[in-house]
T-cell receptor, first 113, second 110 residues
């Protein structure tokens, strides 16, 4: 959907290690988002980007950082992974129109042991 | 109060039934509204945008009630394939942060 690729699709890592998730889009969409999804919480916004080098925090940004050096790539980094960051992570994009919807990648399933 | 609230369900309905879900939102400045469906362990997929005048797409009808700050989704003639979690999405105020409800589970049974 909208040419959004997330990598890796699955990852198991140990507590305290750094982890970077990648989102790549081919649609030239201006906005890119990182969400996490956990049972009972639905999708919660971590960070989003409104242009190259322009990012803003979402509701659950603690412990995460992002970077967007190119329009097509949005990276999510867990500087020191914790077990509470075990989750499914979804990247989404949208163009700049007011009522444009989100288009999602396939998700990354991250397990922190 | 959560920013976007949905009844988690599950709604268990027979094939052919009509079912409706509501979603309430707290920010009166919100301008963008959507319904998504999500199948188990898959990414959310856009079902329909919700417009001020209401809109219909086949068996699906979406309505917006700004005065009471809720959106609704009506599904007619339910199919087994409609079984999924339905997510409402609202932008935060007039901005570009899009907030999800926790979802409503629909199970359609034969």
């Amino acid at each position: 959907d909208a040419g959004i690729t997330q990598s890796p699709r699955h990852k198991v890592t140990e507590t305290g290690t750094p982890v970077t998730l990648r989102c790549h889009q081919t649609e030239n969409h201006r906005y890119m988002y990182w969400y996490r999804q956990d049972p009972g919480h639905g999708l919660r916004l971590i960070h989003y980007s409104y242009g190259v080098k322009d990012t803003d925090k979402g509701e659950v940004s603690d412990g995460y950082s992002v970077s967007r050096s190119k329009t097509e790539d949005f990276l999510l980094t867990l500087e020191s992974a914790t077990s509470s960051q075990t989750s499914v992570y979804f990247c989404a994009t949208r163009d700049g129109a007011l009522n444009s919807p989100l288009h999602f990648g396939n998700g990354t399933r991250l397990t922190v042991t | 109060r959560k920013e976007v609230e949905q009844d988690p369900g599950p709604f268990n309905v027979p094939e052919g039934a009509t079912v409706a879900f509501n979603c309430t939102y707290s920010n009166s400045a919100s301008q963008s509204f959507f319904w998504y469906r999500q199948d188990c362990r898959k990414e959310p997929k856009l079902l329909m945008s919700v417009y001020s005048s209401g809109n219909e797409d086949g068996r699906f009808t979406a309505q917006l009630n700004r005065a009471s700050q809720y959106i609704s989704l009506l599904i007619r003639d339910s199919k087994l394939s409609d079984s999924a979690t339905y997510l409402c999405v609202v932008n935060r105020g007039a901005g570009n942060k899009l907030v999800f409800g926790a979802g409503t589970i629909l199970r359609v049974k034969s």
